[in-house]
């Protein structure tokens, strides 16, 4: 397996939100679970940078968060996605999208002038 590397800067909201979109709620250590597997385990998610990123979240709105008890019978805030939340993953989505295929025209030869 090649080197762990950092979730990309500004990539970790929406990673967060469509985590959550797609699976319900979750607490912290599951989310980042979550992210990395989905990498293929290429991606190394810093706790120091996603629990900032949840208090952001979820003071936007994007997210709640209220107490539970983890599988592992301990006691763990579980964020859920917001319907503002949803319709924000989707804008972002559809951004993050769209600079992408751009990016993709510019590293690919020929493809600019498209």
């Known amino acids: 397996m090649g080197e762990k590397t950092d979730v990309w800067k500004g990539t970790l909201a929406l990673m967060v939100l469509k985590?959550?979109?797609?699976?319900?709620?979750?607490?912290?250590?599951?989310i980042a679970r979550?992210?990395?597997?989905?990498?293929g385990d290429r991606l190394l998610v810093n706790y120091?940078?996603?629990?900032?990123?949840?208090?952001?979240?979820?003071q936007e709105g994007f997210i709640s968060s209220e107490w539970?008890?983890?599988?592992?019978?301990?006691r763990a805030?579980?964020?859920t996605l917001?319907?503002?939340?949803?319709?924000?993953?989707?804008r972002e989505a559809r951004d993050w999208e769209r600079a992408t295929?751009?990016?993709a025209?510019?590293?690919?030869?020929g493809e600019e002038s498209r």
Do not use: M, V
């Open 105 to 109: 025209r510019f590293l690919s030869p």
């Open 48 to 58: 120091g940078t996603l629990y900032p990123a949840l208090i952001k979240l979820e």
């Open 101 to 103: 295929s751009i990016l």
């Open 68 to 74: 539970g008890t983890s599988d592992h019978n301990r």
């Open 34 to 39: 979550r992210i990395e597997q989905t990498s």
């Open 82 to 90: 917001t319907r503002a939340g949803r319709r924000h993953l989707g």
């Open 77 to 79: 805030k579980f964020y």
């Open 19 to 30: 985590t959550l979109d797609t699976l319900g709620p979750l607490h912290g250590y599951g």
